[in-house]
């Protein structure tokens, strides 16, 4: 079977084959409570974070609008080497359209990542504000994350906490 990926007619990323299998390394966790936590590792030495650019974290999660954005952590896992800096950041939902590479998380220098290292990093530009339509005109947006430099080394496990303005009903 062929590995493969489209945007539908309607917008929809579709994948098929053996891209389709591909597990997803991110998550939405249920906390009890109002704050929610979004969770992702990401492995620098690994393709493609190996390599500078910027790229979606998963394909099943989402920052959504009339949300409260309380803070970024990153707790360092395998001390990075190589490469210059990560940032994280949000994506439109035509996979193409940086929203921008660093409203979650400014550029995070590979001298602080550190095995052990953890840190809460409200240095993005949406971090401590409630998200709205203008800042993410599809309604949603996928998690992305931007390396420079090419890395040899790294993990780094982030979590994105957040509440609902109003009920969370899900």
Known sequence: MTTGNWM???GLFLQYGTSKAVPTTTGDYLSYGEWRDIE???NLA???YN???TYIIGNTTFLGTNIFIESVNY???VAATGGTSVSVGTMRLDRSTSVSTTNLSAAIATATMTQGASATVNTGGIVGTTVTNSQFPDGSAY???TTIGTFTAGTIKFRVRYRGI???TQ
């Open 166 to 168: 109003g009920t969370i």
């Open 8 to 10: 539908n007619n309607d």
């Open 51 to 53: 390599t500078a650019g």
């Open 75 to 77: 707790d360092v896992e």
């Open 143 to 145: 998690i992305t994350v």
């Open 46 to 48: 690994s393709a493609p």
């Open 40 to 42: 992702f590792t990401v």
